[in-house]
């Protein structure tokens, strides 16, 4: 099973931008589907941002569409979530997580079928 770490996280100012990096290990990489969830307290996890197998094919949550950007480097073992024009609704954790099932958008935009997941990264804006 695969690990994953996060980094990347901190405080930034609404509008401003952070780059979170996920680095895994333990597994092949390029076979999995890697997604990008987040969870504010007091509410549940919500899912952000998946990217394919290969790192072609991308697929957003509407709160962060044209703001955010999920990359994958197969060659590196790691995913990338650039944030830009981050918003006062958008501090959490942020969590890393691996699939293996079959891109289906209608199981991957759900935390349930990922199993794997680093321990969080924290993003705090302030206004």
């Known amino acids: 099973q695969v690990q994953l770490v996060e980094s990347g996280g901190g405080l930034v100012q609404a509008g401003g931008s952070l780059r979170l990096s996920c680095a895994a290990s333990?597994?092949?990489?390029?076979?999995?589907?890697m997604g990008w969830f987040r969870q504010a307290p007091g509410k549940e996890r919500e899912f952000v941002a998946i990217i394919s197998r290969s790192g072609g094919v991308t697929y957003y949550a509407d709160s962060v569409k044209g703001r955010f950007t999920i990359s994958k480097d197969n060659a590196k073992n790691t995913v990338h979530l650039q944030m830009n024009s981050l918003k006062p609704e958008d501090p959490a954790v942020y969590y890393c997580?691996?699939?293996?099932?079959?891109?289906?958008?209608?199981?991957?935009?759900?935390?349930?079928?990922?199993?794997?997941w680093g321990q969080g990264t924290q993003v705090t804006v302030s206004s």
């Open positions: 333990g597994g092949t990489f390029s076979s999995y589907v």
């Open positions: 997580a691996a699939s293996e099932r079959p891109w289906t958008l209608a199981l991957l935009t759900t935390s349930s079928t990922f199993g794997s």
